[in-house]
């Protein structure tokens, strides 16, 4: 009789162990962000390449500028058209990220130096992310410059720049 139990407390533990993992498993929603994160930092290495650019954005993606609603193909259109009004040098002076299940939150200031004046410029955004199919794709982003004088804005603070 021991031995039946032994074979029913074996294949229970079996059975149910793999569907509480994840729930067991406190660093999931870290490594998540750590996901979301490298994909920003793609984003942001690659945002002069449309063929990078096209794989991390979803078809329903959204831009939102202050000249209106950018869909995704029209993003693409303009990187393809202005490849060289990006920054030489450019950083993630904060990156933040929040998970909600499928959905990411993505806030953070980018750092970037080169631009066609030589001035030092920053721009505040959030992009929202969904994971599809196992891959993050970002479905909205949107800028916006911060005021003069609010933050570091001389230095970047973490991080690398890429050049």
Not at 91 to 105: H, K, N, Q, S, T
Not at 122 to 134: E, M, N, P, S, Y
């Amino acid at each position: 009789m021991n031995r039946w139990v032994c074979v029913l407390r074996t294949f229970w533990f079996a059975l149910v162990t793999p569907v509480y993992a994840p729930v067991w498993a406190g660093d999931q929603p870290h490594t998540m962000a750590e996901d979301v994160m490298a994909v920003e930092r793609r984003w942001l290495a690659n945002e002069d390449r449309p063929d990078v650019v096209k794989s991390i954005l979803a078809d329903d993606f959204v831009h939102v500028l202050p000249i209106g609603f950018i869909s995704k193909d029209d993003h693409l259109e303009f990187v393809r058209k202005h490849r060289n009004i990006f920054p030489r040098t450019r950083c993630f002076e904060e990156l933040r990220v929040r998970i909600y299940g499928e959905v990411a939150i993505a806030t953070g200031i980018v750092y970037a130096v080169g631009n066609s004046d030589g001035k030092p410029k920053r721009t505040a955004f959030t992009d929202v992310f969904i994971l599809r199919a196992g891959k993050w794709l970002a479905v909205n982003a949107q800028e916006i410059s911060p005021e003069p004088g609010s933050g570091s804005g001389s230095k970047p603070v973490g991080g690398t720049c890429l050049k």
